[in-house]
């Protein structure tokens, strides 16, 4: 798997690295400023991974509503104040294989 850093430099491609799994793919897309894109990779995953991932973008969204829905299902409650450390944290926790918090 690649490094948070190598992930980061990946956002300059057009296309996300092959063999993403879905709630990395859905973060890169969300970066790039693809919010549909990135929701479509994870509107149907049933994943503690999707749905974490899930309700960050429906935070992104500004439906807050949603989002608790989401971080509910993901067995998560939201603690983070800004968008681009949730992101951050998903990505880093995503990468190392551990379910972010």
């Given amino acids: 798997?690649?490094?948070?850093?190598?992930?980061?430099?990946?956002?300059?491609?057009?296309?996300?690295?092959?063999?993403?799994?879905?709630?990395?793919a859905a973060l890169w897309w969300d970066k790039k400023g693809d919010w549909t894109r990135a929701h479509a990779l994870v509107d149907e995953l049933d994943s503690t991974e999707g749905m974490a991932v899930h309700a960050y973008l429906h935070r992104r969204e500004g439906s807050l509503s949603n989002a608790d829905y989401w971080y509910s299902r993901a067995g998560r409650i939201f603690y983070r104040s800004a968008l681009d450390e949730e992101w951050a944290a998903l990505v880093e926790g995503l990468l190392q294989g551990s379910s972010p918090r």
């Fill in 1 to 24: 798997m690649m490094t948070p850093n190598e992930f980061h430099a990946s956002l300059a491609s057009a296309e996300p690295p092959d063999a993403l799994p879905a709630p990395l």
